[in-house]
């Protein structure tokens, strides 16, 4: 069990907190922390320079709280995410947590070797090469030679950087430095491994190579707190997530759960008060989730698209669709003028802009009678989400016939963002949710 509660204050020149320790891996058997270490925030180095000679008595800095009464507990074979927007305080918990950084006041206790993967940079000796490196943190963990030897070759396998293992790490690119501290970090028999967004920086075949042994520590029992801007990566391989917002734990829950909440903090809306009150204004459809303030519309608006919304299984706003689960999409539409049969139609489409699904009321079946000027019309698309977990744009669009020509009266492009969450995907766009089992 790693048992974590943090509060912490870090004050330091120009908001950036500063590391105490320059060790990235550290072998923790069990403690418990109770520790002050308080950093000042100055407007300028030469109110630094005043207090430390003595020569004001003024506060001359104002205390900046990076962390303030956050608490969890993470078990034993645990994949945890940690996710929050920029500032929430996720890599200071992680060097808490690994000792880089000293809580101001609180309680860490760890059981079990963490074997941690923080920025770049940290733990190496930049003048030395990648295997005078190697041995470097071995010995910091305690590894003799000999021991350090026997794990040499699935180190060097794992990075696989060749020549450049002789090389000062200064020379490395932010991807071969990647590959050498995270081959590492897992080759060293840790029970316990964090990782901070180190793995954006790899190529796509290495980070599927992390992520394989992230799959291989879980099976182990092994436990992992991971944080990562990677929605996707987050809802695969996490068991729970941990949702941070200006250093205040927000919530934590399932990793389709906290991804929506995050979401809604992308747009400086309140997801507490937006899970409070749930049901919506008519008028208030679009205030509930994410919508791209760059729309791409076009169409003269004879009808026009006024609102939309995606709705999950429980009937809540929502950007963030669970693989399996069923799902609406809503569309409003006022008609400025009398229209015959109008169709109207979504589309879904990867963030590279490829068509991957939609459909429309005439594909359906559903014809929507002779409207009148001033009338409004709701459609509502229910459907299960069977697409890949990933990113997606979702596009409406509201078309028909005018005095016997096809127009398109209003249209959408890549209005809102979808999220779609998956423990499981397949091969291309689309899982054909097969049924396998062997014949004896």
Avoid at 9 to 15: D, N, Q, T
Avoid at 385 to 399: A, H, K, N, R
Wanted: aromatic share 10%; proline share 2%; net charge negative.
């Amino acid at each position: 069990m790693c048992k974590v509660t943090i509060l912490a204050l870090h004050l330091g020149y120009g908001g950036v907190e500063k590391a105490i320790s320059s060790l990235s891996n550290i072998l923790i058997d069990k403690y418990d922390v109770e520790i002050i270490s308080v950093y000042k925030l100055y407007d300028k180095p030469s109110d630094r320079l005043k207090e430390a000679l003595g020569l004001t008595r003024k506060k001359l800095y104002k205390e900046h709280y990076a962390l303030k009464d956050v608490s969890f507990d993470i078990g034993e074979g645990e994949c945890v995410g940690i996710i929050g927007t920029n500032g929430s305080g996720k890599s200071t918990i992680l060097k808490i947590i690994t000792g880089v950084l000293a809580p101001t006041a609180g309680t860490v206790t760890v059981n079990g070797r963490i074997s941690a993967l923080l920025e770049l940079g940290a733990g190496f000796n930049p003048e030395y090469s990648g295997m005078e490196n190697i041995f470097l943190n071995g010995t910091m963990l305690g590894f003799s030679e000999e021991e350090i030897n026997a794990r040499l070759d699935e180190i060097l396998s794992f990075a696989d950087i060749g020549d450049f293992i002789h090389q000062p790490v200064k020379t490395y690119s932010s991807g071969m430095f990647v590959r050498l501290a995270f081959a590492v970090a897992i080759n060293i028999d840790p029970e316990i491994l964090v990782v901070d967004e180190a793995l954006s920086v790899g190529d796509v075949f290495f980070q599927s190579k992390c992520y394989h042994k992230f799959e291989e520590f879980k099976k182990q029992g092994k436990t992992i707190l991971f944080v990562s801007h990677d929605l996707g990566s987050i809802s695969k391989y996490c068991d729970r997530v941990i949702l941070l917002n200006q250093g205040v734990m927000l919530d934590e829950g399932t990793p389709k759960a906290m991804v929506d909440m995050y979401k809604q903090l992308l747009v400086h809306q309140d997801p507490v008060k937006q899970a409070e009150g749930s049901e919506t204004k008519k008028e208030d459809w679009k205030q509930g989730f994410l919508v791209n303030p760059n729309t791409l519309e076009y169409g003269e608006k004879q009808a026009e698209i006024t609102d939309f919304v995606v709705m999950d299984s429980k009937g809540l706003q929502t950007n963030t669709i669970e693989k399996g689960s069923k799902f609406q999409i809503k569309m409003r539409i006022h008609f400025h003028e009398s229209i015959q049969q109008p169709i109207m139609a979504f589309t879904f489409k990867n963030i590279q802009g490829t068509e991957i699904t939609g459909t429309n009321t005439m594909y359906e079946g559903v014809n929507v009678e002779h409207t009148d000027a001033g009338d409004e019309c709701v459609v509502v698309f229910e459907q299960k989400m069977d697409m890949q977990g990933g990113e997606y744009l979702l596009s409406f669009g509201c078309t028909g016939y005018r005095n016997g020509d096809f127009t398109v009266f209003h249209r959408l492009y890549d209005a809102c963002n979808i999220t779609v969450v998956s423990s499981k995907n397949t091969v291309g766009f689309y899982d054909m949710n097969s049924k396998v089992w062997i014949e004896e």
